[in-house]
């Protein structure tokens, strides 16, 4: 309060000051032209009532503006900000569902309309946030309450030696999925956070592709699918190489793990001018159109009846570093024939 009082004061003697010495200068230059046109000799008393005078109008003056100036401040600024600070003080708690409606004095609009979309884009956030904890909480439950039941099974003092090693493999096989939950986790936040940045070098992507599909052999072999590999040779592309093997490694392992035994996976890569595009189809269930609008969802999985051999993040990584590398990816799909993923590249 006394704050605003001396500041209040500081605002009257400075407009004072400014008015003073305004209507103190023209009254000076009226007086020194008055007398040298009709040649009036002005005494000490006559200035001096004069310059009592002047005092008290610039006293008024500066009375009547600083008065102004208060309005002007408390209608224009201080509303205006009071309303905005309050807005604020809303996102601050949390309450990104808050808007904050026009302000039709002054020029603040713009910063409304600013301030309304970054809330939205908050709400839309701190929903994404919660929905994310919410599954990642769910991904782990379950494979943690398998631990535990082995665990305790494991505990049995009379166990027979086949039901250890069953157990065990279990617990090494739920292990192995945890392990890959979390990597997947930590490389999606990093991607989405910006903190990869690609390392671009000029890679043979026929050979990539090549290297990267043998390491699924042992998988397609045991499920007796035939592999149509169709490739042009040194296909050469700029690109960072680590991040481009984790798209192909798991768009080949969606392929193999959705296509039934005996059915085919194809694998195309054709260069067409300054791009080159692959394609890795399958004959597997496929999907409808509401799973594709999902598919590259972090979490999502359209086929439930798969979902203990996946977390549903494969394709939200795939989609996020082919956003950074600058390609594209689509996917088109026919329940109960199958799925084909086309990734699209620039070669430099």
């Avoid at 003056?61 to 600083?66: A, H, P, W």
């Avoid at 808007?99 to 956030?125: C, F, H, T, W």
């Avoid at 069953?166 to 090494?172: D, G, L, Q």
């Avoid at 359209?302 to 979902?307: I, K, L, V, Y």
Wanted: aromatic share 10%.
């Amino acid at each position: 309060m006394i704050k605003k009082v001396l500041f209040g004061f500081y605002r009257f003697i400075l407009f004072f000051s400014v008015v003073g010495f305004v209507i103190s200068c023209s009254l000076m230059l009226f007086l020194n032209i008055l007398q040298r046109d009709t040649g009036i000799v002005y005494t000490k008393e006559n200035i001096y009532f004069a310059a009592i005078f002047t005092l008290y109008n610039a006293l008024f003056l500066g009375l009547i503006f600083t008065v102004f100036d208060f309005i002007r401040r408390k209608i224009l600024v201080q509303g205006p900000v009071k309303k905005i600070h309050e807005f604020t003080e809303k996102l601050t708690h949390g309450d990104f569902k808050a808007q904050l409606k026009p302000i039709r004095i002054g020029e603040y609009n713009q910063i409304v309309a600013d301030l309304n979309q970054m809330a939205e884009e908050l709400s839309s956030i701190e929903t994404l946030r919660t929905d994310f904890i919410a599954n990642v909480s769910h991904e782990l439950k379950t494979p943690l309450a398998v631990l535990q039941n082995y665990g305790a099974l494991l505990e049995e003092p009379n166990l027979p030696e086949e039901k250890r090693l069953e157990y065990a493999k279990s617990i090494n096989r739920v292990t192995k999925h945890l392990s890959e939950l979390v990597t997947n986790i930590l490389k999606l936040n990093k991607l989405e956070a910006r903190k990869l940045h690609p390392i671009l070098k000029n890679c043979n992507l026929s050979e990539m592709l090549c290297e990267c599909l043998i390491g699924f052999e042992s998988e397609w072999e045991r499920k007796n699918i035939e592999i149509d590999f169709n490739i042009e040779e040194d296909v050469y592309i700029n690109t960072d190489p680590e991040m481009l093997i984790l798209v192909w490694a798991n768009l080949f392992s969606n392929a193999l793990k959705f296509t039934p035994d005996g059915g085919n996976v194809s694998v195309r890569l054709k260069k067409d001018g300054n791009y080159v595009s692959v394609s890795v189809s399958d004959t597997g269930c496929g999907m409808n159109e509401a799973t594709m609008k999902h598919i590259f969802d972090k979490f999502y999985q359209g086929d439930t009846s798969h979902s203990e051999k996946g977390n549903g993040l494969g394709l939200a990584l795939v989609k996020r570093v082919i956003d950074i590398l600058g390609g594209e990816i689509t996917v088109e799909s026919t329940p109960n024939v199958g799925s084909s993923f086309t990734v699209k590249l620039k070669t430099n």
